[in-house]
Nanobody, 114 residues
Framework: QVQLVESGGGSVQAGGSLRLSCAASGSIFSFNAMGWYRQAPGKQREFVAVSSGGGTAYADSVKGRFTISRDNAKKTVYLQMNSLKLEDTALYYC?????????WGQGTQVTVSS
């Protein structure tokens, strides 16, 4: 059984920074994909970033501003968010893929204000 617990969300002014963390429990290995998605009010959940097999990928909307990293020993994935924009406001979800199964955290709210 895999459980994911996100933390680090909050309210910040535009241009500010936040760092999200997602701590996982269960059988997770360095080759398992760990990533972040977000869902803004009235919109569908969208991909933000992923770390898998030593590589990373980002949505175009966050490239150059967000950085995903992971500590495999701690089974934790991070999302450093810089230069935050109003449109980054959303509920951010941690995601882990193990085999054919997707696991999701409960989400952490990020609110960016002007």
């Amino acid at each position: 059984q895999v459980q994911l617990v996100e933390s680090g969300g909050g309210s910040v002014q535009a241009g500010g920074s936040l760092r999200l963390s997602c701590a996982a429990s269960g059988s997770i290995f360095s080759f398992n994909a760990m990533g972040w998605y977000r869902q803004a009010p009235g919109k569908q959940r969208e991909f933000v970033a992923v770390s898998s097999g030593g590589g990373t990928a980002y949505a175009d909307s966050v490239k150059g501003r967000f950085t995903i990293s992971r500590d495999n020993a701690k089974k934790t994935v991070y999302l450093q968010m810089n230069s935050l924009k109003l449109e980054d406001t959303a509920l951010y979800y941690c995601n882990v893929i193990i085999g054919r199964y997707d696991y999701w955290g409960q989400g952490t709210q990020v609110t960016v204000s002007s």
